[in-house]
């Protein structure tokens, strides 16, 4: 069956960097655009990036743009979110989903458990 | 960017009453529309997509309806693994967007 296993997290300081993993199995991973959607304390689900089934076009949220990037390695099944000029209010728990086909414009079929990460000085 | 907006935001409902949730976009989403359940701890998990089509292994006391800016999930009897949080999601339009949630708790 579908399996996502997102790894990386853990307390950063402002102004630091972090790189989530996503480790996925039981499809064909190169058939599907990912997406990363998080979930700050108290609040409500967020969408933060996408990225096509082939790696060729990412999507961001606003509030990320030129500081978290989203990448992918289809031979190692694995999906990234690098994070860089972390702040306080990206401390979340962070989702890795698959979207259900090779659109990036879709609903989200599969997710892994999360990862917090928790950006604090 | 989308606005949904979820109402209401808690909703206290007794075993086997009627649920029904209602989402609402700023603009027209089409039937671009999706549903999912977050119990504390675990992983959203996906109900209905396109509106009001239930995701693989979904019971059918699941149901979704509406288009364009005006949507609503029912729950018909609701079962004790039912109380959960439930959100909308549209796929229309960048970015894509979530309502607030909906707190389904036992009254």
């Known amino acids: 069956q579908v399996q996502l296993v997102e790894s990386g997290g853990g307390v950063v300081q402002p102004g630091r960097s972090l790189r989530l993993s996503c480790a996925a199995s039981?499809?064909?991973?190169?058939?599907?655009?990912m997406h990363w959607v998080r979930r700050a304390p108290g609040k409500g689900l967020e969408w933060v990036a996408v990225?096509?089934?082939?790696?060729?076009?990412?999507y961001n949220t606003e509030s990320v743009k030129g500081r978290f990037m989203i990448t992918r390695d289809n031979s190692k099944k694995t999906l990234y979110l690098q994070m860089d000029s972390l702040r306080t209010e990206d401390t979340a728990v962070y989702y890795c989903a698959r979207g259900s086909g090779y659109s990036s414009f879709t609903w989200f079929d599969s997710w892994g458990q999360g990862t917090l990460v928790t950006v604090s000085s | 960017e989308i606005v949904m907006t979820q109402s209401p935001a808690t909703l206290s409902v007794s075993p086997g009453e009627r649920a029904t949730l209602s989402c609402r976009a700023s603009?027209?989403?089409?039937?671009?529309l999706a549903w999912y359940q977050k119990k504390p701890g675990q992983a959203p998990r996906l109900l209905i997509y396109a509106a009001s089509t239930r995701a693989t292994g979904i019971p059918a006391r699941f149901s979704g309806s509406g288009s364009g800016t005006e949507f609503t999930l029912t729950i018909s009897s609701l079962q004790s693994e039912d109380f959960a949080v439930y959100y909308c999601q549209q796929y229309n339009n960048w970015p894509l967007t979530f309502g607030g949630g909906t707190k389904v708790e036992i009254k």
């Open positions: 990225i096509s089934y082939d790696g060729s076009k990412t």
């Open positions: 039981g499809f064909t991973f190169s058939n599907f655009a």
């Open positions: 603009q027209s989403v089409s039937s671009n």
